[in-house]
């Protein structure tokens, strides 16, 4: 499964940016998607996440401010991000929780990742 995220980029404070994510491959199914981030320093963490349900969850920093959606027919994900802060400040990381036809159990597949930074 290959994850290609764009949307990343510079912005000031109270700014707002959107992150998209598309997977493709021999994928089966697809359960969870979500997004996380690794700034300089500090463990990948998660920031919010959505289930095949539609059940979301949002780290507690980013509840109010950050939205999750997902296009199920294009296994696609996005994340809405406004009221930026320079805390916000990482690589943002795509997962995907899929099965393939070539391993038939889920495993969790991750994008390359893409910057965004605000600036105060």
């Known amino acids: 499964v290959q994850l290609v995220e764009s949307g990343g980029g510079s912005v000031q404070a109270g700014g707002s940016l959107r992150l998209s994510c598309t997977a493709s491959g021999r994928i089966v199914s697809m359960n969870a998607m979500g997004w996380y981030r690794e700034a300089p320093g500090i463990q990948r963490e998660l920031v919010t996440r959505?289930?095949?349900?539609?059940?979301?969850e949002y780290a507690d920093s980013v509840k109010g401010r950050f939205t999750i959606s997902r296009d199920v027919a294009k296994n696609s994900v996005y994340l809405d991000m406004n009221s930026l802060k320079p805390e916000d400040t990482a690589v943002y990381y795509c997962?995907?929780?899929?099965?393939?036809?070539?391993?038939?159990?889920?495993?969790?597949?991750w994008g390359q990742g893409t910057q965004v930074t605000v600036s105060s």
């Open positions: 959505i289930t095949s349900g539609d059940c979301t």
């Open positions: 997962s995907a929780d899929a099965v393939t036809s070539q391993t038939m159990y889920e495993y969790r597949y």
